[in-house]
């Protein structure tokens, strides 16, 4: 049976390696980590020592999300008539924990150095840690040391554990159900963002309650025809492009589920069989993303995956359209640092590490092909967490 607290575990190892007698977090992806509490608005903080469990500060119109098999759970008002400011809550109920868990003159992590960060569930509207909060800390903690915990929490959260695992493949069975409607109602006449809007459909209609979800988010790009799926190398817009017969369509899918990401890319060609070059360059591309998961294995280097892409697409003639890296990790953001599946990169893939696999190929006036899963690196080799694709 998987144990879902060995993350916690890990992360207080971390802390002890840093220098920290606790951590502070605010971030929704961190706070995620430390409690399994996907904040909805915002506002809600965890407080993690180098023992025990979580202390979670969460606002009451949210605590039905709450886990308090995770952490110990604290309700406080905000936002309604009947509420204090947001900032007086705090710091008294800081300073409660500083004063039971004897944190006055501790050295305490905090959020400093995070400039790319995921969203709560009301992405709309983020509410991002500034002067106010760091205000309220150094209020609350004047003895205290107040450092960066940045470094702590990466190397906690790098290497993910079975239980997250099994949230990570939940995570990407529902965004297939996205693109299983992609491919089977894409048509002519549609516009990339009606293609857009019938997967994001798909997925907040159907997801919710499978393998217990409860919040669920997704964001679909598209990008067809010779000119805009070429274009697509990196995220653009869907546009209102109306798809023609024969296009290659593009759908570079971000979903998250409480708090855990899946990124794939999906192709197909709207109305009928691919042609003879469209299979040809999509089927290189999906051999060197093949070869590129076949490298997901401990002690490979970073740039493994990477090199063995590019020498699949280098042998077809085409590396001088295969112009982005072939990974990124993923995990409780979009986007993780660790690892980045690139060329030079020589740090070594370690069991539990899950990447992005995304080759691809772009051509002005024919179009552009990438395949993404999402693979994690096993102790025997490669995992997905996604349905690989099959050759067209």
């Not at 817009?237 to 109306?242: D, G, L």
């Not at 993404?372 to 995992?383: F, L, Q, S, T, W």
Request: net charge negative.
């Amino acid at each position: 049976m998987t144990d879902p607290f060995a993350r916690i575990r890990r992360l207080q190892e971390s802390m002890d390696q840093h220098g920290l007698d606790a951590v502070i977090c605010r971030l929704p992806e961190n706070v995620v980590f430390l409690s399994e509490h996907w904040p909805i608005h915002g506002v809600s903080i965890a407080v993690l020592e180098r023992e025990g469990r979580a202390h979670l500060l969460v606002p009451e119109i949210e605590s039905a999300y709450a886990n308090p098999d995770w952490a110990e759970v604290e309700v406080f008002g905000w936002l309604l008539l009947k509420d204090r400011d947001l900032y007086e809550e705090v710091r008294e109920r800081l300073a409660r924990i500083r004063d039971g868990r004897g944190l006055a003159s501790a050295r305490i992590g905090v959020e400093r150095a995070f400039e790319v960060v995921a969203p709560s569930y009301r992405a709309a509207e983020p509410i991002v840690p500034a002067e106010p909060w760091n205000a309220a800390l150094a209020e609350v903690f004047p003895a205290a040391t107040l450092l960066d915990c940045g470094a702590a929490i990466a190397d906690a959260r790098k290497l993910k554990t079975a239980y997250e695992l099994d949230k990570l493949r939940n995570a990407n069975r529902i965004a297939e159900l996205g693109m299983q409607r992609f491919l089977s109602e894409v048509e002519p006449g549609m516009t990339e963002t009606q293609v857009g809007a019938m997967i994001e459909y798909a997925i907040r209609a159907e997801g919710p309650g499978r393998d217990g979800a409860r919040l669920v988010r997704a964001a679909a790009e598209v990008a067809a025809g010779p000119d805009n799926s070429a274009g697509a190398v990196l995220l653009v817009p869907s546009t209102s492009y109306r798809i023609r017969e024969g296009d290659l369509v593009m759908v570079e899918l971000g979903v998250v589920v409480d708090g855990y990401w899946a990124d794939l890319t999906y192709m197909a060609v709207a109305g009928r069989e691919p042609s003879a070059e469209q299979r040809e360059l999509h089927n290189t591309v999906l051999r060197a993303q093949r070869a590129a998961a076949e490298q997901m294995r401990p002690g490979q280097p970073w740039s493994a995956p990477d090199e063995a892409a590019r020498r699949v697409i280098d042998e077809a003639g085409l590396l001088d359209r295969f112009p982005h890296i072939t990974g990124h990790g993923i995990g409780f953001r979009y986007h993780e640092f660790e690892p980045l599946l690139a060329p030079g990169a020589d740090q070594p893939l370690e069991e539990g590490m899950v990447s992005s696999v995304e080759p691809g190929v772009y051509r002005r006036g024919f179009g552009g092909i990438r395949i993404e899963d999402i693979v994690a690196v096993g102790a025997d080799g490669p995992v997905f967490l996604s349905t690989p694709r099959e050759p067209w």
